[in-house]
């Protein structure tokens, strides 16, 4: 069995930073990508960023430039560096693992608000 779990949400002026974790545990393979998504309400789900265990990263255009996704495999942990955000970056952010043989697991969120 495979546990995924955020931590690191909160509450942000616009312009602040804020960093995501993300920690899985359990039956880990070796070759695996780890995501970012968000949802707002009335949104559907997008994914904001995506790195492989070979770190091959992935960003909407959206946060390009501003949100750094990072891994420490070691530790089965994915982080999510958030600077410069934007209103329109408030959502509940969800982190994804996805493994071979179509695994796929979601944490159970992490709020996250920037307010103007």
């Known amino acids: 069995q495979v546990q995924v779990v955020e931590s690191g949400g909160g509450l942000v002026q616009a312009g602040g930073s804020l960093r995501l974790s993300c920690a899985a545990s359990g039956s880990i393979v070796r070759f695996n990508v780890m995501g970012w998504y968000r949802q707002s309400p009335g949104k559907q789900r997008e994914l904001v960023a995506s790195?492989?265990?070979?770190?091959?990263?992935y960003y909407a255009v959206s946060v390009k430039g501003r949100f750094t996704i990072s891994r420490d495999n070691a530790k089965n942990t994915m982080y999510l560096q958030m600077n410069s955000l934007k209103p329109e970056d408030t959502a509940t952010y969800y982190c994804?693992?996805?493994?071979?043989?179509?695994?796929?697991?979601w944490g159970q969120g992490t709020q996250v608000t920037v307010s103007s």
């Open positions: 790195i492989s265990s070979v770190h091959i990263t």
């Open positions: 994804n693992l996805k493994q071979p043989g179509a695994d796929n697991y």
